[in-house]
């Protein structure tokens, strides 16, 4: 079903509901090859996704009805490639300021883009890019926010979800309202070449500037997260001497 009536100025103006599907991200990326293009802004959201995806090569599950899992189609041609992580900053930023409305809780953006209350994590982003030549073309943003479940499977002891923290369930038309909004207002200034955005992630981020064990190739070690440099590779003091990671090269211990 195609509905244009979503009040929004932008993201969301085009939007498309599916009752059931695989991956909203790999639904987009399969309409964006049609001939006839999507417009920026485009939102795909599922009732229920059926092989949801999640960070490199995970699965996303998610309960039927329960949560908010969508896809926002950006095309954010006016950054260099190489400048990927400044969209990762922007979309986490936005995710994390909505929900820091909604709860009395800190909400933390758990480096990457994890985003997380307390020790738990109630969302997920990921963000899939479409690049020729030296443009980019295309960004599919595929979120995952834990509204309204309240029971988790066992080998997600560490997830969380509006709903277990209110006490009481969330219209997840209102969060996905909320949320485009705040990822419009991120957007466009990153478009406007804001510079904020680095500083404010940082001091959103888990565990910055505490020491804490970390996995580092099956060997546990303490360190403290100082800083994330401009490519997203993670900065940690160990004892004076820096040392900078790429994502999955190092592991919370939590
Ligand atoms: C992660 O934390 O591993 C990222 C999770 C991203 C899940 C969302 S749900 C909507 C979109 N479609 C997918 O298949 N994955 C993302």
Redesign the pocket.
Known sequence: MQSNDFSRIFIGRNRINLDRV?????YLKAELSKSKPLPEGTVIM?VE?F??????G?R?E?QKGKN????ILLSPYFLKPSNQFDLNIAISLAIQAVLSTLLTEKVFIKWP??IYVGNK?V????IENIIQGNTWKYAII???LNVNQSEFPENAPNASSLIKLLHESYSIEKLLTEICSGIEHRYFQLKHGEHEQKRLYCEALFGIHEKRMFKINGILVEGTIVDVDDNGQLVVDFDGHLAKFAFKEIEYVI
């Not at 908010?68 to 896809?71: A, I, P």
């Open positions: 695989a991956s909203t991200n790999d599922a996704q092989a949801g995806r999640g960070q490199v995970t996303w998610s908010l899992t969508v896809s883009n994890d994590k969302g997920g982003i990921l595929g979120i995952g």
